[in-house]
């Protein structure tokens, strides 16, 4: 496809049940990035991958929060026994080059809202 | 900490009329500002970027200042449409690949 595409766009879960994000980039891209974003708020940095490579999950709130790009394209961001504060537009972008190309474009996906009964 | 800081909140402008939106960083060491245009559920898109040397940049109708001693950026709107109705991100890039973003303002045009 033309842009970044993201499944489910919408998720309603009970509180305690696993979910799983799916994020399919830009074609070629490198670099793929998670984002969460509260209603209301700027998106919040989550993980970073460069191909499969995860180089950066300092954002991940907690280890509920897990994230894998096994083949350097798709990825998939899975949160295990969510919760009411989970509820939120998680975010998904790429960009052509890894690290060291600061000024690279990030591409955005329309996000997947989810949220947690 | 990194932090961004956008001003106003929310703005409500006759369409038509220009706009500017405000942009305060703290985040060091500094790489570039972009400001990007996200519309209701959808992911947002870059409008402008700049980076340390460069003080202003323009794009269509939307042109981003930056004064990289004062660490602030405006995003000013000319003639607004109604299309433009959007929530407004500034976003600062420091170190390896750490973007941190700003709240938002949305933007509101009204006929």
């Known amino acids: 496809g033309a842009g970044v595409s993201q499944s489910p766009r919408y998720k309603v879960a009970k509180r305690g049940q696993d979910v799983a994000l799916r994020c399919d980039p830009i074609s070629g891209h490198v670099s793929l990035f998670w984002y969460q974003q509260a209603l209301g708020q700027g998106p919040e940095f989550l993980t970073y991958?460069?191909?499969?490579?995860?180089l950066d999950k300092s954002g991940l709130p907690s280890d509920r929060f897990f994230a894998e790009r096994p083949e350097g394209s798709v990825s998939t961001l899975k949160i295990q026994r969510t919760q009411q504060e989970d509820s939120a537009v998680y975010l998904c972008?790429?960009?052509?080059w890894g690290t060291g190309r600061g000024e690279e474009t990030q591409y955005f996906g329309p996000g997947t809202r989810l949220l947690v009964l | 900490k990194n932090q961004v800081e956008q001003s106003p909140q929310s703005l409500i402008i006759l369409e038509g009329k220009n706009c500017t939106l405000q942009?305060?960083?703290?985040?060091?060491?500094?790489?570039?500002l972009r400001w990007y245009k996200q519309d209701t559920g959808r992911g947002p898109v870059s409008l402008t970027i700049?980076?340390?040397?460069?003080n202003t940049k323009s794009n269509g109708r939307y042109t981003a200042t930056l004064d990289a001693d004062t660490k602030q950026s405006s995003l000013h709107i000319t003639a607004s449409q109604l299309s433009d109705s959007a929530s407004y991100i500034c976003?600062?890039?420091?170190?390896?690949?750490?973007?941190?973003f700003g709240t938002g303002t949305k933007l509101q045009v009204i006929p």
């Open positions: 700049m980076t340390f040397s460069e």
């Open positions: 942009c305060n960083y703290t985040v060091s060491p500094f790489s570039n």
């Open positions: 976003v600062v890039k420091g170190g390896y690949q750490k973007v941190t």
């Open positions: 991958f460069q191909n499969e490579a995860q």
């Open positions: 972008a790429s960009s052509l």
